[in-house]
């Protein structure tokens, strides 16, 4: 029997509040002797601990999230959408990642990097470490540089290196608190493309193919665009889709959409319904409109598309009541959604989420 279960998955086709629905939180692992544990921070100002240099600069990087220039009226005034939070975990010389890791598996975030990590020791686990949440129901990705190919929609590999910014060399590691703030900061309505680096003004220079050619591979990068150093388009690491996961799973926005509905559902649930209300068919109903109610706010929000749809778990409640011996065949349909079925709620969601305008093809006609 063990646990209780909670698992929500999501698959490309084949009111009560859901509270934090609309936020998104940054999580960095540094290695820093003088600051150790765990920290939280709602805004730079309130970091006063005595951290590294290196790490105070991380964090304040991580605080800035996605910059982007607003109309306001006649006037462009820059605006910085942030994390709703910054938590750091400082790993002192008597800690290790692995214990860290245990720490943080009962700690709620959406996006996590860690500047010193290499693919030697610390990559590995942190991709590992962001599986085995997914494995238990929390979704949330990690942001790492690398030279291995990951193939997933829950790791975002940066890969602009060497860039150099008057005395300072940044490589693609110390950029990754930045990524993971914007990533973070950015409202859902938006993706990341073109988010602007501002304490950045020149990159590597690339050509278009060999950006281009990064992309495809899974990889985000920088270009200068307009004057500024912006983010080239939000990719995530997936390249080779499967049966779970198609080539949405490619966008970090809607990767980002998908996750969230994922997050705030279980948080509603295991707030609300674990262990609290009695499994009656009335009560599944309840759930599945709770549920249709969030889901009709995110479509008026335009961040998922019309067509959507919550049901009971047609081909899910049947395989169960097989596995318990109920002649399944002698029900209707209608019966065979009332069926007692324990402690088990299988629900069915089916939806689109509405990516973010990126490619656009004008013609003018004079």
């Known amino acids: 029997m063990g646990l209780t279960e909670l698992k929500i998955s999501f698959k490309e086709e084949k009111r ?5 629905a609309s936020t998104s939180v940054a999580l960095l692992i540094l290695k820093d002797s003088t ?17 590294k240099s290196d790490n105070l600069m991380y964090i304040e990087h991580a605080f800035k999230g996605n910059i982007q220039d607003v109309r306001v009226g006649g006037v462009l005034e820059e605006r910085a959408y942030t994390p709703s939070k910054v938590i750091v975990y400082s790993i002192g010389s008597d800690d290790t990642l692995d214990n860290a890791l245990e720490v943080l598996e009962n700690v709620e975030f959406n996006y996590m990097c860690m500047p ?3 693919d030697e020791v610390e990559n590995p686990k942190l991709i590992a470490f962001i599986n085995k949440l997914k494995e238990i129901g929390h979704w949330a990705d990690v942001v790492i540089a690398t030279n291995n190919p990951s193939n997933s929609s829950s790791v975002i590999e940066f890969a602009t290196d060497n860039i150099k910014e008057g005395s300072v060399t940044y490589t693609a590691n110390k950029l990754l608190p930045f990524i993971v703030g914007a990533c973070a900061g950015t409202p859902f309505t938006q993706s ?3 988010c602007n680096v501002p304490f950045i003004t020149n990159i590597p220079k690339k050509t278009n193919e060999e950006l281009n050619s990064l992309i495809n591979a899974g990889k985000l990068v920088l270009v200068k665009k307009g004057g500024k150093v912006r983010i080239a388009r939000g990719v995530t690491s997936l390249t080779g889709v499967d049966g779970n996961e198609g080539e949405t799973f490619k966008k970090i926005k809607l990767v980002r959409t998908y996750k969230m509905i994922n997050n705030a559902v279980k948080k509603s649930i295991t707030d609300f319904y674990v262990g609290k209300v009695s499994n009656s068919y009335d009560n ?6 709770e549920i249709k109610g969030f889901l009709e706010d995110l479509n008026r929000s335009e961040m998922i598309a019309n067509g959507f749809s919550v049901n009971i778990d047609m081909e899910a409640q049947k395989k169960y009541l097989i596995e318990k011996g ?4 002698s029900l ?8 007692n079925t324990g402690s088990k709620v299988f629900i069915v969601i089916t939806l689109k989420g509405v990516d973010a305008m990126e490619d656009f093809y004008i013609n003018i006609n004079v």
Do not use: H, P
């Open 332 to 339: 209707s349909e209608q019966e065979l959604k009332e069926f």
């Open 192 to 194: 990341i493309t073109y």
């Open 16 to 20: 009560r509040a859901l509270e934090g």
């Open 116 to 118: 010193d990590a290499t």
């Open 284 to 289: 599944k109903c309840l759930l599945i409109s």
């Open 35 to 51: 600051v150790k544990g765990l920290k939280e921070y709602v805004s730079f100002d309130q970091v006063t601990e005595k951290y």
């Open 326 to 329: 109920v002649d399944v065949k």
